[in-house]
């Protein structure tokens, strides 16, 4: 019996434990956006611009509209969200680089944080001012005819959350692996992100493409979470896409922590 019980505590303890490691390399990470707002501001530019330009061209054009209150915004905005979140979280290796040549990430890997934590923490932070971004394009869409559900833009945030820490666990293991030769990381993440992002149908349409293109979104997890954040954008949550969405989200998860966690005890600086 007391056996069980201090499994139990030693569990529990551990798993407080990664809790505030994540806490904690989350706040220390999220301390250099405080301390540079303007790039925060700078980065509100790009999705306003494509909401400004694409949003209008889409009337009529977005076959799907009516089945999201015949707004091209209520059809469009979500992609935009989701754009959002995967230029930033595919990201996070970016910023690793610059500590692996600094030295700045031996020296983590030098500390008792947990090895999850370390991803987790950093994708948490590129997710945090992507919220923000997100709540202000979503706002400044409501005068122009968006229809705004706020229980259900919450929840398709939290899928976003999901989503967010296995991408930006994968760009983590992306960016260890390329540590000797920088532009690797940059070639793969500019190869895959475009043709990821445009085969998910976030920006236009696919049902009047080619065959091809419909089947190769079919094995785009992004394409499960744009179609779950329109549906729940649109105030619904008894949709199966949602439930498609959030198993994409949590196999990718999956996927990018047991990679990057791999790859952080597997690295060599």
Known sequence: MTAVAAAGTTTGTRATGVLTDIRNVWWRETLTIVRDPFSLIFSLLQPLVFLGLFGPLLSGIAGDAGAFGGS????????????????GTSMTGANLQFEIMTGAFERMLATPLSRPSLMVGRALK??????VQAAIVTLVAVPFGFALYPLHVLVGLVLLGIFGVGVGALSYALAIAARKTEWIFWAVQQSLLFPLLILSGMMLPLETGPEWMRIASMVNPLTYIVDAERVLFAGTLADPAVGWGFAAAVATAAVGLTVGVRAIRGATI
Request: aromatic share 14%; proline share 9%; no cysteine.
């Open 126 to 131: 590129e997710l945090t001012p992507l919220v």
């Open 72 to 87: 091209s915004l209520q059809w469009f905005l979500p992609g935009v969200v989701v754009m959002i979140t995967m230029f």
